[in-house]
């Protein structure tokens, strides 16, 4: 999302259903801070640490399900992905070769969302279950329940917002390329700052999430870098 992603001594690696994933070490670090919260540690009187940990794992599995969304995809049309793991989420990169379609790209910008939603699905139909066998929710299992529901629906409807580079950015360049074929990137760029300040905008008055509104000044910011770099060139952009 933001340029290069730089290998480091301290890099995990390992194979998820055949597919390479490096995990870089700023995302443990970037998930705990997230994950702090005292009120959490009250409420489940616990250390807060434990709120940390249950966090840091919650983002990790649900980052992971959305990147192999993505990354099966590819893998389907015949291009061999791989993941990454880094600071501000997840990256699944691979080489497109013979076959390299619009509609193609599409599929595979919404598959990491779709896979969220299903994971979300997966948890709920758990959730029923627990109720039906009268399997009552120790607060832990509340927060951990709660938690991947917020993580996989709302954050998985962010990413279809029509920012680049998130998922919703990659369908709107699809999208603005189809219908003006010259400006088409230009227009996506112009799009996402549009989109990215005004949910910076929402995010601080409405909500007070200081997260999402960086989050999304930065992506506005690295638009309109964008857009700067490409209004001099000529060709179909």
Not at 20 to 34: E, G, K, N, Y
Not at 75 to 92: D, E, N, V
Not at 170 to 186: I, S, T
Not at 193 to 202: Q, R
Request: proline share 6%; with cysteine.
């Amino acid at each position: 999302m933001f340029g290069q992603i730089p290998r480091t001594p301290y890099d995990l690696h390992f194979q998820v259903l055949g597919i390479p994933v490096r995990i870089h070490p700023a995302f443990f670090v970037i998930s705990a801070i997230m994950g702090f919260s005292e009120g959490w540690a009250r409420e489940l009187q616990v250390n807060a640490l434990i709120p940390i940990l249950l966090w840091t794992g919650i983002v990790f599995v649900s980052i992971l399900i959305h990147e192999l969304g993505h990354a099966l995809m590819a893998r389907s049309f015949g291009w061999p992905p791989q993941i990454t793991l880094y600071h501000f989420g997840g990256l699944a990169s691979f080489q497109p070769t013979y076959g390299y379609t619009p509609t193609r790209s599409v599929l595979i910008s919404l598959a990491g969302p779709g896979a969220g939603f299903i994971f979300y699905g997966v948890i709920i139909a758990v959730e029923s279950l627990m109720i039906q066998q009268g399997v009552q929710q120790t607060p832990m299992m509340y927060y951990i329940f709660l938690q991947l529901k917020f993580v996989n629906l709302w954050w998985g409807l962010v990413n279809l917002l029509p920012v680049y580079p998130l998922d919703g950015g990659q369908v709107a360049e699809q999208v603005c390329r189809r219908m003006d074929p010259y400006r088409g990137m230009a227009n996506t760029f112009k799009l996402g700052i549009i989109v990215g300040v005004g949910v910076a905008i929402v995010a601080w008055q409405k909500t007070n999430d200081t997260y999402v509104a960086i989050l999304f000044l930065i992506l506005a910011f690295n638009n309109y870098q964008m857009l700067e770099q490409t209004s001099g060139r000529r060709g179909p952009w």
